[in-house]
């Protein structure tokens, strides 16, 4: 529950005081100490009452009292120490120690106030130790290794390339989750793609001797089920659909259709002359006949012997299908036997029709035929979910019907369906213990009429490790349905102490959360980005619900505050009484939503223990809430992202814990002081909206952000500095090459000369750690002074860790380091003016998976993309007015999926159906040539297209005026 991750964060701050800190707590010493023993008791308590999820009352309010008392000890012991510790960092000598003893008086009714509450918590403590006892809170037993229901951590998969092949295999096995909401529609889909695969030209096309052509041969089967016989039954029946389907709609791409069931297959002559009865029309003078007089003269100029008969069908059906496109259906070909009586008449009859024609076959047999006939199984979304599961956990028997039988519990509720599928994808090693209890929570569920929904999201957020549980809870101070960022959710838990680990980065730790909600299906992916990583996710509408419901009654969230504040504070911020000041803010502020409530908030005693405050997108701060802010000394989180400020108070070197400073999309160009230390800061963040670069019409623009404040080598800890403008103070860069965790690093450099040069020198400090460099020129057009070959120096030791490249205005002797950049994945450039032997260089690079290529990227016209060049590369966006053709030699990137190209004018883009792996293309211009999309239509992929006119459309990803779409 939450109260452990409450309990692992105060216990980590507890020790590191009575370790480091003990000598100037003084007489505290002893009151955190026994704090501090109290916690540990409680905390073993609670490890074991995490696994017993069927608590009382009574257990629920001793826990919500655990995690109130837990936040205020590690609030106050922590203003304490930095009263105290704050000492330290004054300088030494004579007129250091005059400062330290004024510092000290200056703050002793501060240190008195907070050494008073540390002594109540103290008695409270030991309060909350003996309420367990009173009321029986008693510790269950520790399950046995082979009954634990659920694991706290996740199968561990191997690293390495064959990895990560088993790890795509598996995660393809997931049912696609699109149009899951809508059974119907995603069946609808099922029966349109086995349609689209069968009605389509391209395909399994067996070339013979002497010009003859045998037709397009498509079995249609479906799983059998020997433990789930209704399962087996729901599947034929699908299929039989689509079959009819097939059959009853209007193709005017064939000439003739028959459809011939299994009571007709039981010999040749039957079988050719029921296909001939509804391919070829009766003679003119038998139309008036009745059928079976028709029937009865056909038989009889036949002929009486069956072998004459046979033969003359042959020659007759033979003779109609020639030259024509037809489709023959055989519904239930039940065994081998009955295919080989059948199948050297129907190939010889059907071996002079067009190209284009099709034998569609159903048969339970899935072995019936072979190569090169392409075998099709379409499934319900139940099928399906019990083929793909069984595949994943690779099992049979017993376990298998216990897998079967869980999902039979949770139809028709796909929602449920998918969870229960993403537990078997963390651990598909689960005992028949975990189903057996899976199964008896389900039928209990079922029997009560409760939703299997529901629970099964309460079984998977029981299955997360105890130490991701808090910040699960944690996403639900967002609103539902709307994208939440996730590196702004993964900085938030860091600062509230959600990510504890002393192991790994705390980014790491919190990314490996971020994996672990994802694998198990309890957050959905939104945006993904060009290398492959989930930008963005959501929260689907029950796991909100249930979540919700738990983070209420564990007390997690400040259930007193409006839900549209409550995104902007601490999960912990206890301002309940506060709110209805609050509403009256905001009523008479006309809506101005958290800032109106600032006001009051700073009232608050708990407002020097906010560690998070996000004020993204809020408008009216004024100078006074910014100095007001600077007060909350115990500050990590700051995000003052897409807000209308224009400066920063001097005030904010107060904020000495500040670990993440967001003042992107602001009009802040500098620090109110040259000079600032924040010792603690992790994450610089500046900048406007978007990458640096240029406008899609060519059109260069200047790249704002926040002027390089001097003294930043002091900032030891800072891992981000993404943008910084350097272009009035150059000679600052040195401070950046003392940052040796640093690594993310942007840069604005002005356009004369020395500067390119001095960066480098400080990239050469940074090889070690670097992973992502952005390099932006702002270079006035008429300078004659700009930056030139001989200022682009060769690296001696190039950041090999390096894995995003973002060049803007560097215009020669680019490539020259680049090549030695093996773990690069992803490069975006502008106004470089690549030559096509630099398009060369990048083609060797082995790990690019994403090439962006801005205005004036590349010197020519035309973009060839040679055999044996990016080979693992998946995205390419093209977004240059100068580049009118793009071509893809065979066996040029073999795994590009996604094609974003902008133009002025578009002449050809030629060698797309030499690309296998091609999902997405799109084009954004006024005029895209006939046989470009006349080649996508033929992709074997079905490649979704896009097509965005030039007209109405100002820049790449902005909104568009008109749009048309297909997908084949």
Known sequence: MDAQGALDSLLGRLTTILVDEARLLGGLHGDVEFIKEEMECMNGVLLHLAEAHHLDRHVRAWMKQVIGLARNCEGNVELYIHSVTDARHQAIGFFGYLRRIVRYVRTIPERHRIATRIRELKVKAHDVGHRQLRYGITVPPAAGQEDAIFMDGDVQAPHGP???????????????????????????????????????EEGPVEELANRESHPRIFLMTWDEYSLFQDLETVDRRFTILIMRKLYEQEISSFSCKALVSRYKLESVVVLLQEILEQVAPLPAEQEDMPRVEAEKSTE?????????????LTKKLEGFLKGKRFLIILHYVENTEDWNIIRSALLHVTAQGSPGSAIVITTP?????????????????????????????????????GIGHILRLCWPDVFALKMFQHLLYVNPRRGKTQLGHFTKTLEGCRDANKSVGKQMVKISYNDLPAKYRSCLLYITIFQEGDPIRRTTVCRRWIAEGLITSRQNRAEDEADCCIEALLSRGLIQPGEISDRGKIKTFTLHRVVHEVITRIARDVNFVDTDLPPDLARHLPVHSRTGAQASHANRSMEAADGNGIVAFLPDLAKSSQWQLMKMLDLEGCRGLKKRHLKSICKIILLKYLSLRNTDITELPKQIERLQCLETLDIRHTAVQSFATRSIMLPMLKHLLSGPKGSPGNTSDGSQHLFMAVRLPRGIKGMEKLETLSHVDVSDSVNDLTDVGHLLRLRKLGVILGGSKGGLGLLFQQIEKLH?????????INQASKVKDTLGAEEVVTLGSPPKLLQSLNINGIRSGLLIWITELDQLTKITLSETYLGEDYMRILGKLRALRCLRLRSNSYAGSGLTFKDEEFKILKSLVV???????????????????????SFAKMESISGVLCLPRLKCVELNGDYVPDQVIQALEKHPNHTEFKHKPRHGHREYGATVATSTSMSK
Request: net charge negative.
């Open 365 to 401: 047999n899935a072995d019936l035929v072979k190569s090169p006939y392409k075998i099709l199984k379409p499934q319900t979304i139940l099928g399906a979910f019990y083929s793909k599961t069984k595949e994943l956990v690779d099992c049979s028997g017993s376990y298998v019907y």
């Open 879 to 901: 977004d240059d007015g100068i580049i009118t053709n793009i071509t893809f030699d065979t066996g040029a990137a073999p795994k590009l999926e996604t094609i974003v190209w």
């Open 768 to 776: 070690g750690c670097l992973r992502s460099l952005s390099i932006q």
């Open 300 to 312: 009889t100029s036949l002929g009486d012997e069956e072998d004459d008969e046979e033969m003359q």
């Open 162 to 200: 064959e990895a990560e092949e088993e790890a795509a295999r598996r995660h393809a096995l997931l049912v696609d989750c699109s149009l899951l909401e809508d059974k119907e529609a995603y069946e609808q889909k099922i029966i349109d793609d086995n349609i689209k695969s069968m009605l389509c």
